[in-house]
């Protein structure tokens, strides 16, 4: 059983950055692909970014590509994502998940989730 904890989520404005950070626990952390979701109010989760189990390969929606990175610390059981210049459209509760897979090019298949934490974009 592997337990996710959001944390990093705030209030910003636009063109802001923020860092999110998901510390996992109770698992092999690198044998799971990991992966953040998000949610925006009346809308359904939809997938942002994963990556692989050694980090060197990484998967992004369109929307965010090109201002948001993600890498994972292995040693630290941590998976971070860094999101520049943001929009009010990234206002969502962002969600980390994991999934005991190889298969990072899927967005499918994630079976543990974090409670996630609120981003906030003000116009």
């Known amino acids: 059983q592997v337990t996710l904890v959001e944390s990093g989520g705030g209030l910003v404005q636009t063109g802001d950055s923020l860092r999110l950070s998901c510390a996992a626990s109770g698992g092999t952390f690198s044998t799971y692909v990991m992966a953040w979701f998000r949610r925006a109010p009346g809308k359904e989760r939809e997938f942002v970014v994963a990556?692989?189990?050694?980090?060197?390969?990484?998967m992004y929606s369109d929307s965010v590509r090109g201002r948001f990175t993600i890498s994972r610390d292995n040693a630290e059981n941590t998976v971070y994502l860094q999101m520049n210049s943001l929009k009010p459209e990234d206002t969502a509760v962002y969600y980390c998940?994991?999934?005991?897979?190889?298969?990072?090019?899927?967005?499918?298949?994630?079976?543990?989730w974090g409670q996630g934490t609120q981003v906030t974009v003000s116009s």
């Open positions: 998940a994991a999934k005991y897979s190889s298969t990072w090019t899927s967005v499918t298949g994630y079976t543990y």
């Open positions: 990556v692989s189990r050694g980090g060197a390969n990484s």
